[in-house]
């Protein structure tokens, strides 16, 4: 059974950072891609970041490029996404997403953590 665990959102000034971490238990962390997305209120979930499963490769919304960084650490079952320079617009619940490939793929959703930026 995987497990995704969040941490690390609050509430920041605008112009600040935070960091948010999705560790994940129960299966083997280099098999999954992961990602993160964000949901704020009476907007759909949207795409925010992804990485690879060996690292190599990550993609970004253009509305985070330049602001965010998602990171693997190489030895920690966690992902993490770096952000700053926010934004009252970076307002959100923020979701973590592993992916194993397969035919269908499965994803496995962490609970949310919420991120508020203050102007």
């Known amino acids: 059974q995987v497990q995704l665990v969040e941490s690390g959102g609050g509430l920041v000034q605008a112009g600040g950072s935070l960091r948010l971490s999705c560790e994940l238990k129960?299966?083997?962390?280099?098999?999954?891609?992961m990602g993160w997305f964000r949901q704020a209120p009476g907007k759909e979930r949207e795409f925010v970041a992804a990485i690879s499963r060996g690292g190599a490769t990550t993609n970004y919304a253009d509305s985070v490029k330049g602001r965010f960084t998602i990171s693997r650490p190489d030895a920690k079952d966690t992902v993490y996404l770096q952000m700053n320079s926010l934004t009252p617009e970076d307002t959100a619940v923020y979701y973590c997403?592993?992916?194993?490939?397969?035919?269908?793929?499965?994803?496995?959703w962490g609970q949310g953590t919420q991120v508020t930026v203050s102007s």
């Open positions: 997403k592993a992916r194993v490939a397969g035919d269908p793929d499965v994803d496995y």
């Open positions: 129960g299966r083997t962390f280099a098999t999954y891609a």
